[in-house]
């Protein structure tokens, strides 16, 4: 006996249509609006959090600093000449500071723009911050300043005064974090590695 033939009509393949487009979108609706949500949070950047994050940088920068003086590894070079036509100095210290501030930053906000006063071509750290903020941090700053992440500029300084570094003239070492908002600056963290001082403008 031939197999028989199924006639659909066309009432029949729009329902089956329908129902089709019904189960993918019940699929992927979650999926895409979780990854569209994710989006719309990492293009917004919470002011009280990036100053958390800014100290967070300074003080990890610095205890490589601290580190490296104390263990006598700084591995000292030249990167070329001042204004003055001394040498500027290159140190372990310099590179270990900027690969764990940079990356701390980039890390957990990666479309912020972040400049270093140094350059490292290792690859990056895999360091996530915590995204705790302190007290001292929410006394301050009463809600949180939502600002879109392509607004924001991070400039860093891994290791301010290298020169006193090499030196041993530790109360002159600090490392600094500056973000700016549009191009105004917003907010400023210094930390002295070897005292422990963390000061902040904001």
Known sequence: MAPMGIRLSPLDIAVFCL????????LYAGVLSSRIASFRQKRTVDLRELLALSMEAAVQGGREVKRIREDNTLEEKSKGKTKEGASEKLTLGDL?????MFYLIKNTYPNI???????????????????????????????????PAERITVWIDPLDATQEYT????????????????????????????????????
Not at 168 to 183: F, H, I, R
């Open 19 to 26: 129902l089709g487009v019904g189960v993918i979108y019940h």
């Open 96 to 100: 270990n500071s900027h690969r764990k």
């Open 113 to 147: 723009q972040v400049n270093s006063e140094e350059h490292a071509n290792a690859e990056g750290e895999a360091t996530v911050w915590t995204r705790i903020i302190p007290e001292e941090i929410l006394a301050k700053i009463s809600g949180g300043k939502e600002v």
């Open 167 to 202: 030196e041993n003239l530790q109360k002159y070492v600090t490392t600094m974090v500056c973000v700016a908002v549009d191009g105004d600056p917003v907010i400023g963290v210094i930390h002295k590695p070897f005292t422990g001082y963390t000061g902040v403008l904001i």
